[in-house]
């Protein structure tokens, strides 16, 4: 059974879920949050809160939570480029393809950030655009850019381990 947990954070209601000791969605809650009764809170959600707590007050740049997304081969590759960009750094669409050794799948790495089920954990707000625009967020551009805006005021922070 999987289950789910609710956290308020400064980018508004966030679920994360888990299904046998490893984290298998991050989520935005837009809507109503309908709380399953028989989800349980597990000690690997009371950590991946804690956690995120942690990275919103700028005291934790990396996380160390088990990670289970759900996709293609092709998806989860790009999700571990993505895992790879540090903390208050961004890459562009073309540099993640390239990382991915898929050079001219720019579009493809979109289509993967898009879908990524494990957002913020999974660092997809790290993309931006060739520009240097920021571009395609599924959670919406202002949570992006709150995200690498708390990444930057961060930066130099002393971390926990």
């Not at 059974?1 to 994360?16: D, L, S």
């Not at 989800?39 to 995120?52: D, F, G, M, Y």
């Not at 993967?112 to 997809?124: D, V």
């Not at 599924?138 to 850019?145: F, H, M, P």
Request: some cysteine; charged content about 20%.
């Amino acid at each position: 059974m999987e289950n789910t947990k609710y956290c308020q954070t400064p980018v508004g209601m966030i679920g994360i879920s888990e299904y046998q000791n490893s984290i298998t969605k991050l989520f935005f809650c837009r809507s109503h949050i309908f709380r399953r009764s028989d989800s349980q809170e597990t000690p690997v959600l009371k950590e991946a809160a804690r956690q995120l707590a942690e990275y919103f007050s700028g005291r934790r740049k990396v996380f160390s939570l088990p990670l289970s997304p759900e996709g293609t081969e092709y998806q989860k590759n790009i999700w571990a480029v993505l895992r790879d960009i540090p903390y208050g750094e961004t890459r562009t669409y073309k540099q993640v393809a390239q990382a991915a050794g898929r050079p001219g799948s720019c579009r493809a790495v979109g289509t993967a950030c898009h879908r990524n089920p494990i957002a913020i954990l999974i660092p997809c707000h790290r993309v931006i655009g060739s520009n240097g625009g920021l571009v395609g967020y599924a959670a919406g551009l202002e949570i992006k850019k709150t995200l690498l805006d708390l990444e930057k005021c961060n930066h130099n922070l002393e971390v926990l381990e």
